[in-house]
């Protein structure tokens, strides 16, 4: 362990900002908005980090939502990422809790800045739209936004406080059928049922489903199936999200979902073609080096971390992040241990709560903690970096 001398000094800041990043995730509460309508949300993040002396490029890629915020230090040192979120969902707004995500990563990026003259270095403050559906941590990844980046964190509120752990890689497909049209009733055997195709590749999916590794998942809905019953529809399309442990596993899954739907297509008479209709997100890879100073850091702020590590069923857009760049996503607890699931209301109120809040502050003294670990330590950095190459 490096020694801690500045932990008295990020309790200060942390406690002189907290008000300012409660208020922040409470306007983004009130003022829930989808990926990529993130207007408001982005606009009050951009302020705080002005407010605080960054160079904030806004918008950022030509992503009106995204923003790129630059402090460097007075003196060299590397460059460490915090990424915020602050998209909402339909219908229950910050059920995923993305207005105290965005507060946390955001705050933390704050509080490093007001050491960074001292101890050198540079923080950057990612404002990543749409997380819930076409995340912009894809986009970012595939620019080059993280190559002069050294190592870059994310968190998420969740029930309790567990360590970095896995999210699936997924890619999300769709198929479109197309056909001829008929009258059902009068000359069917003129058509070509695109319906029946789609059918087909729904049937033939849950006949491979017995054979895929039981960690994987295969799921999808009808978008469009036809507009009348009497006539043969000559076009259909249906949405999976194909998810797998990895990625070597995920490419052969859905070469094989891929087949499902040809062979449906074929046996109905019909044309097929697919694509992606939402970014792929590749699995999180944890920088366990980095995961377990986090851990000790949380441990003397008297916070034991779950270690039975999260293994996400979902997946999420810091997937690809941590393919480019060491990374850690670690989870903080808002609900006082009671169990409550992401995207619903109950976790939504939660996260306006003195345990958010908590919680929230914690998080923020770990990352800004590991940050000057990473910054005074080069051997620290060095092993990070060692582990990311090797994983590769
Ligand atoms: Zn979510
Ligand atoms: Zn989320």
């Not at 998420?156 to 970095?164: C, E, F, L, V």
């Not at 109950?346 to 998080?363: D, L, N, S, V």
């Amino acid at each position: 362990m490096t020694m801690k001398l500045y932990t008295e000094n990020i309790q200060t800041i942390i406690e002189d900002l907290s008000p300012e990043l409660k208020e922040l995730s409470e306007y983004i509460y009130d003022h829930p908005e989808l990926g990529h309508e993130e207007y408001l949300s982005s606009k009050a993040h951009v302020t705080l980090l002005e407010k605080h002396e960054f160079d904030v490029e806004y918008p950022y890629l030509g992503i009106d939502t995204a923003f790129k915020a630059v402090y460097k230090g007075k003196k060299t040192g590397p460059t460490i990422a915090y990424l915020s979120e602050y998209d909402a969902l339909p219908g229950i707004g910050h059920g995923c809790g993305h207005n105290l995500l965005g507060s946390t990563d955001t705050g933390a990026g704050i509080a490093l800045s007001k050491l960074v003259d001292e101890v050198g270095g540079t923080v950057v403050v990612l404002g990543t739209p749409a997380e819930e559906t076409n995340g912009d941590k894809v986009t970012m990844a595939e620019a080059g936004t993280f190559e002069d980046i050294d190592v870059a964190f994310c968190t998420h509120p969740s029930d309790d406080y567990y360590a970095s752990g896995t999210s699936m890689a997924m890619e999300a497909i769709e198929f479109k059928f197309h056909g001829k049209t008929s009258h059902a009733a009068a000359s069917p055997f003129e058509g070509k049922n695109a319906l029946d195709a789609c059918l087909n590749t729904f049937n033939n999916i849950n006949s491979l489903r017995q054979q895929i590794h039981p960690s994987a998942r295969v799921h999808g809905v009808i978008k469009q199936g036809g507009e009348a019953a009497n006539i043969i529809p000559d076009f259909t399309r249906a949405e999976f999200y194909v998810r797998a442990m990895d990625m070597p596993y995920l490419t052969e899954l859905k070469e094989k979902v891929i087949r499902c739907a040809e062979a449906g297509a074929m046996a109905a008479g019909c044309t097929m073609e697919w694509g992606h209709y939402e970014a792929s997100y590749q699995n999180l890879i944890t920088n366990k080096t980095l995961s377990e100073r986090y851990n000790e850091n949380m441990k003397q702020l008297g916070i034991e971390m779950n270690t039975e590590v999260k293994d996400s069923m979902g997946s999420m857009d810091m997937g690809n992040v941590s393919q480019v760049v060491p990374a850690i996503n670690p989870y903080f607890g808002i609900s006082e241990g009671n169990s409550v699931t992401a995207h619903t209301v109950e976790f939504r109120e939660y996260t306006k709560t003195a345990a958010a809040y908590q919680g929230m502050e914690k998080t923020i003294a770990a990352f800004t903690e590991t940050a000057l670990d990473l910054i005074l330590d080069q051997q620290l950095l060095a092993d990070v970096k060692a582990e990311f190459e090797a994983t590769l």
